[in-house]
């Protein structure tokens, strides 16, 4: 079963996005399952969301406490709430940032998960672009397709026209596309600074 | 059709199938989804003929309920926490009249301290009022319960609540399989009252009743409540025959077959105590789960026979009865007259602490190990109640206790979860 955890705050589409990430899944043929953290949502409010996918049907209810993948859409919250807890130590964590993980001040965090895996993107800025609102659940997912092949950027792309629709639907849709090709071009970057 | 989407969109839609003549609502978290889906339908025109009528209040609610109902209409309506404590009143009359009313209760805590997060405590306030309730595992259980209750309330012409974890199902998406219209006609026939007011062949309904067949109308709701005993498992076997899968019933039984510690429990935590029973069972104990989908009626004989053969029961339940301990559990010691069985008391979850399979296999592992207090709270901060009960001790004005409660525990925004 893999575990992903999204952070962000109230505002942000916390909870949409981990439930287009269970709609994209499902359209991969996948069981998953997708509920948020239920505290009293306000704007800038920490929130936390979580998603599940698995082959079988999927049972638990708890919350996910040791994450395989971690989105953080906001990172200011790095400051505030240890995003990293339970974190497994082949996961995967895509940040939306402009700035890398020595940037943000997680040089040493870095040491203790893989690298490769672990990725910024301008989420935001690519959001203001497509839609003209810096908002990023979206965008981070086309970026998670690129990170973790764990689900297409097509299923993604359903999974969005599913919550949206007309042009926001489409900001969207490129908006993702944009990041899964951030994405993939940051991973042959990282790749090719290993082999040398 | 299989789909990935809400627990309450699906059950608006699947309530939406069931041709509701009236639905009337006030919303309150977290059943809130449910009927704004359900507006969305009747606006549309998809769910027609249907009166969808706002309410300036929850009282107002089950008393439009209960009028439409009367006046021969299928009647739905749904709540949760403090809005079915505040229609309680017209709860109890829906049940005395004997109007087949389908209600959605989205389980949440009663406060206070305000609390808006999944427990049971709100329906099982509500245990004894005549009305049935049945509780859903999973979503696809909610929905199909649904579909269920309209048939099952109609034919005893008794209101039925289906009681599905705020939150937890309602806002969770998942996989469900839903019906198509055809499908649920054909399980679900047109409402033929029992009663109805008609202008044509007037009658009224809601006497008043003395002391002289006051006793005999209530042992009648009871005797409604045994015939369900029997019609839940029938409808149950109707519907897998039609929709192809097993849901609702009056109790279901999970590795229970040679187990010697049966564990019991409502709701959404059953999915969770499996996973945690399949890992315990890969460790050598024979433990299974009783999963109680009816709990009024309580199904006595069947959770008696289901637990012939253990050597322990472990109630798990997300109420509580101050005072007393266990709700669900003082019911399951009904089934047990006469057996010699350890019982023991778990009360989990409660206000929407996070129960967990850790916590589960630790508190299970002692009780198969006969190492449990007969009543236990999973989880319970102790240090955080010993510090409030000794502050009380020492000083008169004491002052709060949730207030005192949350200073000593300090910001939680920190935490994940």
Redesign the interface.
Known sequence: MLQI?I?GRGGQGV?SA??ML??A???QGR????????G?ERTG??V?AFCRIDDRE??????I?APDVLIVQDPTLLH????F??LQPDGYVLINSKRSFDELGLADIATRFRHERLITVPASEIALKHLGRPLPNAVLLGGFAALSGLVSLDAVAHAIREKFSGKVAQGNVDAASEAFEVVKNEMAELAHAQTD | M???T?GSHAVAEAVALCRPEVICAYPISPQTHIVEGLGELVKSGALTPCEFINVESEFAAMSVAIGASAAGARAYTATASQGLLFMAEAVFNASGLGLPIVMTVANRAIGAPIN???DHSDSMSQRDCGWLQLFAE?NQEALDLHIQAFKLAEELSMPVMVCMDG??LT?????IDMPTQAEVDAFLPPYEPRQVLDPAEPVSIGAMVGPEAFMEVRYLAHAKQNQALLRIPQIADEFARRFGRASGGLVRPYRCEDAETIVIALG?????L??TIDDLRAGGMKIGVLGIQSFRPFPLAAVRAALQGAKRVVVLEKSFCVGLGGIVSTDVRMALSGMQLHGYTVIAGLG?R????ASLARTLTEAAADKLQPLTFMDLDWPLVNRQLEREARMRRSGPIAENLLRDVGTV?????
Do not use: C, M
């Open positions: 955890r952070h909870v981990a439930e269970s709609v899944a499902f359209e069981h998953a399952q997708a509920f948020p953290s239920f009293s409010a920490p936390v999927i049972r638990l209810r708890e919350p406490l505030q709430v240890d995003v807890q339970g | 299989l789909k990935q809400e808006i997060w999944n999973n939150f937890i806002h969770a998406y998942e996989r959404s935590v059953i999915g969770t499996k996973d929407g996070a129960i967990t399979k925004a920190s935490k994940v979860i």
